[in-house]
Every structure is written in structure tokens, then in C-alpha cells.
């Protein structure tokens, strides 16, 4: 695994389909070394703070190897690094052989895996292009954000080590697969609501949705029998 760039923005303002907001999917890549922040890498910042940044989602990772899709897709061979709003471009760091609290090292620096990226507007108004989230999305070739567990200083070229595997093994695949099954049963919920790393995003997200499931649950098995069963569930 290695770093092949680190790249950075700031938030700028644009203007899209009549709405105005602030926007750093522009990156820039950096030469030499820079530090990496518990909230972000030096020369980076978040748009909006509601939905990007934050510990959870301090570095955002995305894999080089994923380009060659996008340059056939979009028909464009101009995509530089950071293209896709990524702080570091890596190879050798698939979303099925990622999971969440893996722990790598880049130097002194120490990552954590937290979540998969979730692609939105700001993708499609950068291509100009209203599909690509959504395509973006399918090909299960998101990419996934960090929290950073130890600040230090990085640079391109530098080799990416595992640290740790988290025990789960609940992979940035597995993750993406159960956030697009409005179906998923009651323990696959409950199995990434177990891994500690996940972040407070995903974890409100499952929760919801385990709580959903586990209510229509016990409305489709109520009886006068079970009144009680139903209670200690619901406390």
C-alpha cells in the first residue's frame, strides 16, 4: 500500500441548479511533507461542517486504481489527483479488504478507519454531471474516511502499514451492501452497531434502522401471550 498524493482546499463558493453553498471537492495536491491534523490535514477545510469533517471524518481516502473506471466513464483523461474530493490518494486499499477500525500508519501518522464515503451533489456539480452520485454509489468504489489517532506528518510516496485489524472484519463493501438493503435483516444492524470504530454518522443510520426493524418485529409477533415480551423489548 502507498500514498501517491496528499492533496488539500479550501471552501469556495458556487452556484448549482439555483443553489448557493460553499464546496472544498476542489483539492490541490501538495509536494514535500505536510501534517495531518486530528481534524483535517494542514491547507484543508471542510464546506459545511454539519455533514463533512468532524473527528470521524478528519482524512478521506480514495484509491488510485478506482481512476481508470472514471476516465472511460466520464470520457475525460485530464483527472488529477484529488479529483474526487480525496486528502490522500492510495493504492493497494480496496473497500472489500478494508474494514472499519482497521488501524494503518503512514509514518508517524496513525488512521483509523471509520465509515465509506457517501457521494452527494457537490460530486455532480463538480462534473457537471446530475448521474455520477448515483453511479458513483454503484460501483462500490467509494473510498472511506479516517480519524486520526496520532497527528504527523506525511508526503507522497510514502508507504501505508497496517497497525491493526479490527476483529469484526466488517468490511467498507460490507458496510456500503447493507446501507443500499432496505431489507437487511436485524442482525447484519446489529453486527456493525458492535464495531466501536463505526462512526456516530453510521451508527445513528443503523440504529434508526434497527429500531424500525426490531418494532415491525414485534407488531407482526404480538399476541396477548407475548404483551409482556413486547414491553421489555420496548424498555
Known amino acids: 500500500m502507498e500514498l501517491i498524493s496528499v492533496n488539500v482546499g479550501q471552501p469556495r463558493p458556487v452556484s448549482y ?13 501538495l509536494s514535500g511533507r505536510v501534517r495531518v491534523r486530528h481534524l483535517n490535514i494542514d491547507g484543508d477545510a471542510q464546506g459545511n461542517l454539519k455533514t463533512h469533517g468532524g473527528p470521524d471524518m478528519a482524512v478521506y481516502a480514495f484509491g488510485h486504481e478506482h481512476y481508470a473506471h472514471w476516465v472511460r466513464d466520464l470520457g475525460r483523461n485530464d483527472l488529477g489527483f484529488g479529483a474526487f ?5 492510495v493504492t ?3 473497500e472489500k ?3 472499519i477500525g482497521d488501524v494503518f500508519a503512514i509514518g508517524d501518522v496513525r488512521l483509523q478507519v471509520t465509515e465509506p464515503r457517501t ?12 448521474d455520477l452520485p448515483r453511479r458513483f454509489a454503484a460501483t462500490g468504489h467509494v473510498g472511506f474516511y479516517f480519524r486520526v489517532l496520532q497527528a504527523g506528518d ?5 508507504v501505508i502499514a497496517l497497525v491493526s485489524k479490527d476483529p469484526a472484519a466488517l468490511s467498507i463493501a460490507e458496510v456500503l451492501g447493507l446501507w443500499a438493503d432496505p431489507g437487511a435483516k436485524a442482525d447484519r444492524l446489529a453486527r456493525a452497531l458492535a464495531v466501536p470504530a463505526l ?6 443510520r443503523f440504529a434508526r434502522r434497527l429500531a424500525a426493524s426490531t418494532k415491525a418485529q414485534g407488531a407482526l409477533e404480538w399476541s396477548p401471550q407475548n404483551l409482556t415480551w413486547l414491553e421489555d423489548r420496548d424498555t
Open 97 to 99: 479488504d478494508i474494514a
Open 199 to 204: 462512526s456516530a454518522t453510521w451508527r445513528g
Open 92 to 94: 493497494g486499499m480496496m
Open 119 to 130: 457521494p452527494c451533489h457537490k460530486l455532480a456539480m463538480k462534473f457537471e454531471d446530475d
Open 17 to 29: 441548479r439555483g443553489r448557493d453553498y460553499a464546496t472544498s471537492i476542489y483539492k490541490t495536491p
Open 154 to 158: 506525511i508526503g507522497a510516496g510514502d
Open 85 to 89: 474530493g480525496e486528502n490522500l490518494t
